[in-house]
């Protein structure tokens, strides 16, 4: 059974840090690239950053990059995204997304607010 399960998400204040956690299992996890997406209220859902599989490969968006870090652990299964420097705009739910050809897997999300 496939499934990835994101977790550390919260609340938190404006220049504050969290470090999300995406936990896999039930698939070849080291050969799939791994995405975190966000989709905030009213919005649509937006990718933030993406690991290649070996984890030598990153890409963010501009609206992350510098404040954001993705990387995999893959004798764990766990794909993370480090946050910091948080915003009021990063409010959003977070998604890890799995990709191999065209196999994509979604985890269920997790809530991060940013507010005061």
């Known amino acids: 059974q496939v499934q990835l399960v994101e977790s550390g998400g919260g609340l938190v204040q404006p220049g504050g840090s969290l470090r999300l956690s995406c936990a896999a299992s039930?698939?070849?996890?080291?050969?799939?690239?791994m995405r975190w997406f966000r989709q905030a209220p009213g919005k649509e859902r937006e990718l933030v950053a993406t690991i290649t599989s070996a984890g030598d490969s990153t890409n963010y968006a501009d609206a992350v990059k510098g404040r954001f870090t993705i990387s995999r652990d893959n004798t764990k299964n766990v794909v993370y995204l480090q946050m910091n420097s948080l915003k009021p705009d990063d409010t959003a739910v977070y998604y890890c997304?799995?990709?191999?050809?065209?196999?994509?897997?979604w985890g269920r999300g997790t809530q991060v607010t940013v507010s005061s």
């Open positions: 039930g698939f070849a996890f080291n050969i799939y690239a």
């Open positions: 997304k799995a990709t191999y050809i065209i196999r994509n897997y």
